[in-house]
């Protein structure tokens, strides 16, 4: 039962308006500790200099989407196990099976509630203290 506040969360989105409603979300739930990065390929760099916790990736993106960051973290031993939400702004069945298959941990689908991002985090990582 990890407490929110202890958890460093790596946002990536290509719009700015996505990263902050994320941003705002995950702090009404006590997270403090964030990094943004705006497509995968930035991503996966902060990732390598500073690796968090969780990362909540937007599935559209320029340069490396989110299946590409998805499959590039699980194949780097350091972060392989990093717990992983893709946002995605379609309920696409195909997408989140492939999102599974690279094992992806939950999905997000925009636009979405503090609640049920909140939900979609304690399915990963339990009861937030």
Known sequence: MPAASSLS?????DQQTIRSLVRTG???????????AQDG??????MLVRPAQLIIS?????KLDGLGLLRAVR?????????FIMLTGRADKELVQRAVQFGVNNYLVKPFTVA???????AVFGVLA
């Open 58 to 62: 937007d599935y559209n993106m320029p």
């Open 9 to 13: 969360v790596l946002i990536v989105d």
């Open 26 to 36: 995950l702090q009404q739930l006590g997270f403090t500790s964030f990094v943004e």
């Open 41 to 46: 390929e930035d991503g996966l760099r902060q």
């Open 116 to 122: 049920t991002l909140k939900e979609k985090i304690e």
């Open 75 to 83: 194949a780097h031993a350091p972060i392989r196990d990093t717990a």
